[in-house]
């Protein structure tokens, strides 16, 4: 079936250092691929998306560009901040799920100042 | 605009017991969802709805139950609870479109299941 793998993590950046955090899918059909972000105490909230193949997301300074032909969708930060520390989780959804969403095991991300 | 809004933020329940945790939108999103939360295992989907009257399993669907009556709410049910249930639950709706994927996600249910 359809899955998602994100690199492990914790980790920890001081601040403006580069991010890259990597997902590679797995799918039979052609997916949305999505980046949550979980702020802590909080529920997930969209930070960023693409629905087809060399589609760019971004947002807030994120970036991750769909790649079929790697099938990966890796997030990126030019400069990270301590208000980024979060746990981020990579998903996709197939449109013929109906729109469920199958997520990543999500990557903690700690910045330190 | 409320969103996504759970009740309650936390419970504390003893093995046997059942429970109702709430979700309500007020988006008028035709699809709905529950999620749960587990530490190392991201998230997985507990039951799903497409609209009022419609539901179906996801990956963990055992030991809850739901059902939609009205496109604004969509409760989980846990009808024994075990302490494997003990977990985050998510609440999520998105439009039911193939072009609007996004899903939005209420603030999360804390069960502890002694």
């Known amino acids: 079936g359809d899955s998602v793998t994100q690199m492990e993590g914790p980790v920890t950046l001081s601040e403006e250092a580069f991010l890259t955090i990597n997902c590679t899918y797995t799918a039979t059909g052609y997916p949305s691929l999505f980046w949550y972000v979980q702020y802590p105490g909080e529920g997930l909230q969209l930070l960023l998306k693409?629905?087809?193949?060399?589609d760019k997301g971004s947002n807030k300074g994120f970036e991750a560009t769909y790649r079929k032909e790697t099938t990966s969708f890796h997030l990126e930060k030019g400069s990270v901040q301590v208000s980024d520390s979060a746990v981020y989780f990579c998903a996709l959804s197939d449109k013929g799920s109906q729109g469920n969403l199958i997520f990543g095991k999500g990557t903690k991300l700690s910045v330190k100042p | 605009n409320a969103g996504v809004t759970q009740t309650p933020k936390f419970q504390v329940l003893k093995t046997g017991q059942s429970m109702t945790l709430q979700c309500a939108q007020d988006m008028n999103h035709e699809y709905m969802s529950w999620y749960r939360q587990d530490p190392g295992m991201g998230l997985r989907l507990i039951h799903y709805s497409v609209g009022a009257g419609i539901t179906d399993q996801g990956e963990v669907p055992n030991g809850y139950n739901v059902s939609r009556s009205t496109t604004e709410d969509f409760p989980l049910r846990l009808l024994s609870a075990a302490p494997s249930q003990t977990s985050v639950y998510f609440c999520?709706?998105?439009?039911?479109?193939?072009?609007?994927?996004?899903?939005?996600f209420g603030p999360g249910t804390r069960l502890t299941v002694l």
């Open positions: 999520a709706s998105s439009y039911f479109s193939g072009r609007e994927d996004t899903q939005y």
């Open positions: 693409a629905t087809k193949a060399d």
